[in-house]
């Protein structure tokens, strides 16, 4: 942990500030220390992945429980392959998943070879990986020539950050530097699928559509993700309560509720824009996001740091339209909003 405010490098594009920042953050992670760094999902805190002291570092600065495990972040698929120790059938699973999605929000857990220590895997046989899309991300994990591992970049417990700013709310003078490459593009965390098994497992919706996975794997096993598909020790991290904004209380409402409240000024609200519209304005403090699945989970994280910042004696967040479809694009917002609520 460091005592001083946290260095800001902003970056534009892929010039010289582009690579000054990379060399900056190698600089940081090859010492033993975190970085905050953009990735196409949210901004991640970085570490050096295969190294037990650095992983200790990224637990102590989020304060994130040690059985909840961390995915490794590599440069290019070829990096992947040697931490995974799979069977045939889990690697033709894996292959087939990388060539369509990597570089890309898709993070793959097998079982690991004896490359990674336990540190990163919590303990856990399996690991987890990915080949994140945003340049910054990318270009790190190749000069740092190692994979790196980052959750995300926030307390535990809280939102993740989708921008520089956010990272500063919860992490300032905790964690040495922060680069700050704008919004981040999808705003929800990576989906994870476990490739191992008689069954390839969704472990935890995200950015990546089950309708794309399933498409490649028709098989796949997504059994109603949310808070009570994940009791079992699959995926430790949905365990533990996250994404809550530090407001009164939070709840998870239908348009009655919304309807109920709307001229409460103490209420603080989080709803689709044609809802917004159908009600009209209103005083309290109230976040519009898009009507589509995509667009509403690429602000949404965003949206409940606004609302700490509002006060409201508590914050109403607008349920995703009903579906009966596993495959529902709200997937990844619903399991999202279920749990900063719960
Ligand atoms: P986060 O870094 O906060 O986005 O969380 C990463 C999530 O990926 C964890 O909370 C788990 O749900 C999942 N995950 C990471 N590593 C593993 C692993 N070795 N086995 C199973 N799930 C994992
Ligand atoms: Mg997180």
Known sequence: MVARATRVLVIDGVGATFAGAVAATVDVLRKGAVAAVPTETVYG?????????????????????????????????????????????????????????????????????????????????????????????????RALGEPFAAPSANVSGRPSPTTARDVLLTLDGRIELVVDGGPCRAGIESTVVDVSGPRPRLLRPGALSLLEIRHELPDLDVRAPGLA??????????????????????????????????????????????????????????????????????????????????HPRRLLLQAPPPSADPDDAWAAVRDRLLRASA
Do not use: Q
């Not at 190294?51 to 989020?62: F, L, N, Q, T």
């Not at 290019?76 to 890309?104: I, N, Q």
């Not at 407001?247 to 989080?270: F, K, N, P, R, S």
């Open 45 to 141: 805190l970085a570490g050096r992945g295969l190294h037990e002291d650095s992983v200790r570092a990224i637990y102590a600065a989020k304060g994130r429980p040690n059985d909840n495990p961390l995915i490794l972040h590599v440069g290019d698929p070829e990096a992947a392959w040697p931490l995974f120790a799979l069977d045939d059938v889990a690697m033709a699973r894996a292959r087939t998943l990388a060539a369509k999605f990597w570089p890309g929000p898709l993070t793959l857990v097998g079982d690991a070879s004896d490359v990674v220590p336990a540190a990163p895997r919590a303990g856990l046989p399996r690991v987890a990986v990915r080949v994140p899309a945003h340049p910054f991300a990318r270009a790190l994990a």
């Open 229 to 310: 598909a994940h009791a079992d020790d699959a995926s430790p991290g949905l365990r533990h309560r996250h994404y809550a904004p530090a407001v009164g209380g939070t709840a998870l409402v239908d348009d009655a509720a919304l309807d109920e409240a709307w001229g409460d000024v103490d209420t603080g609200m989080v709803v689709r824009a044609a809802t917004a519209r159908r009600y009209g304005a209103r005083a309290g403090f109230c976040a519009v996001l898009p009507d589509d699945a995509a667009g509403f989970a690429r602000e949404l994280y965003a949206a409940l740091y606004r609302a700490e910042t509002a």
